[in-house]
């Protein structure tokens, strides 16, 4: 079966936008446009995301006649005969050899940036094809996805690293600290997979192949992720309740060494930390730690997370021990480990941290899952991205163009030709109106006539992304 519209770039965009070469001022040769965040629930962003876009829609020739006929036939079952743009598009096919006389310019991949600066800029390179530029805003425009998926991963790493650093004194085991459960809960395979890879910029934890996937294919990266093995409920309630410690011992000696995570709340999982991990199969679990052969990771799944990770946390204490670190915060043996999985979130990560905390327990001993919160439970408008008109020549006349609704300046655009530059302290600002140094200018040309112009590695990405408590502290 043929995939949505046929892969046809034609077909990708919004119906309105077929008509919008006949609404332009008479004369027009250029429209410039750009795309950023004007706000939103974090302060910075992580761009990342483009480059996947670029190689899937933009690349070599991707206007054919037959895609133009088809285009054509859509349009005037659609909207009416005649409204397509046959001719403009039979230009591009004929003068360019169906590939796009685009101009893409974009902050590096990685980048964390302040919201309501520009990221991207793009603009025709053909005169006559002044109407390809907005057109391509539908898709372009997806990009807020996977910048979003990041900057909300990237900002749960922060807190993550914050209290391993006043709990522990080191950032060891950051990088698995937040595992994607996203897959099974997204719209469709590709949104998966791009926001389980925007996810992976900031942790190697995840059960998203998709994602892996997307990061090998578009990225260059071999492995991006990794997981182990782990319980579902099925596997653990199909040995029945009576039977549920045999569940549980049937994973240590299934899988003897490296990690083995466990969900242990299908029926009762205080009573499953103290009398089956930390009572029958007690001994099994010290081999583990004898052995070196890899901690045992229980995963308390339901329940208020900030109150039940602290419950389990008190009860393998008392079973299995626990040292006091140099920060004075209790540390379970090595070989015994938590992940919380459900009701992870921004906010509910916060607490469930600084519970733990308050009861004298290190971050170290948890890790977390998400799922919805990570993949899911955000959209455009959580960082009010938006792509607009901010510049047009119209006949041989440079044109300043911008919005401002009276009913709502927040939406108010910026104005002309756009620089992103760095101030004497590092600071980022964008110049508007084509008063902005070229020299200077941040944005790189990544795609242009047909061609990606710049390509980046995942490692490359991660390494600009990176958050800045990472840059110094003991790993």
């Not at 996805?145 to 914050?162: D, L």
């Not at 469709?188 to 997979?193: H, K, P």
């Not at 600071?427 to 390509?455: C, I, M, P, Q, S």
Request: aromatic fraction near 10%.
């Amino acid at each position: 079966m043929a995939s949505p519209c046929n892969d046809n770039l034609l077909l990708a965009t919004d119906s309105y936008k077929v008509t919008h070469h006949r609404q332009y001022p008479p004369g027009t040769e250029t429209v410039y446009s750009y795309f950023e965040s004007r706000g939103g629930k974090f302060p910075e962003v992580l761009f990342f995301g483009l480059q996947y876009i670029i190689k899937r829609w933009l690349v070599g020739q991707v206007v054919t006649r037959e895609k133009i006929e088809e285009a054509k036939a859509f349009s005037d079952a659609h909207l009416g005969p005649g409204l397509f743009n046959y001719s403009g598009w039979m230009h591009i096919l004929e003068k360019h050899g169906g590939r796009l006389p685009i101009r893409i310019k974009a902050v590096p991949e990685g980048t964390v940036i302040p919201y309501k600066n520009v990221m991207v800029t793009v603009e025709n390179t053909d005169p006559k094809c002044y109407w390809l530029t907005n057109y391509l805003e539908t898709l372009l425009v997806q990009v807020w996805y996977p910048c979003t998926v990041a900057t909300n991963s990237r900002a749960q790493k922060i807190v993550i690293a914050e209290n391993l650093n006043d709990t522990a004194g080191s950032l060891a085991g950051l990088p698995f600290k937040l595992h994607d459960f996203g897959y099974r809960g997204s719209t469709s395979v590709e949104s998966a997979a791009i926001g389980g890879a925007a996810h992976l910029l900031n942790f190697k934890g995840t059960d998203n192949i998709a994602a892996i996937i997307l990061a090998r294919d578009y990225y260059g990266c071999k492995m991006a992720g990794f997981s182990v093995p782990a319980a579902e409920h099925s596997t653990i309630t199909s040995w029945t309740k009576a039977n549920e410690e045999d569940a549980y011992k049937n994973m240590l000696s299934q899988f003897p060494n490296g990690t083995v995570a466990c969900v242990s709340d299908s029926y009762d999982v205080l009573n499953a930390c103290e009398h089956i991990w930390g009572g029958h199969l007690k001994e099994m679990v010290c081999d583990r730690g004898l052995r070196g052969a890899g901690p045992l990771v229980i995963r308390p799944d339901s329940g208020d997370p900030a109150t039940i990770v602290v419950q389990v946390l008190d009860i393998l204490g008392s079973k299995f021990g626990y040292e006091t670190n140099s920060k004075g915060f209790k540390v379970l043996p090595p070989y015994v480990r938590i992940l919380q999985g459900d009701g992870v979130s921004y906010e509910s990560l916060k607490e469930i941290l600084a519970n733990s905390k308050g009861h004298g327990w290190s971050a170290e001993n948890v890790s977390f899952g998400s799922g919805g919160a990570l993949l899911q439970k955000l959209d455009r408008d959580t960082q009010k991205f938006a792509f607009k008109c901010s510049y047009a020549l119209v006949e041989g006349h440079p044109v300043n163009v911008y919005k401002d609704p009276v009913t709502d300046h927040g939406k108010i655009s910026k104005k002309g030709r756009l620089t992103l530059e760095l101030d004497a302290e590092g600071h980022y600002f964008t110049t508007t109106e084509g008063r902005g140094d070229a020299a200077k200018d941040l944005l790189v040309t990544v795609f242009e006539n047909g061609e990606l112009l710049k390509e980046y590695t995942f490692d490359e990405i991660r390494q600009r992304a990176e958050v800045p408590l990472c840059w110094s502290a003991p790993q």
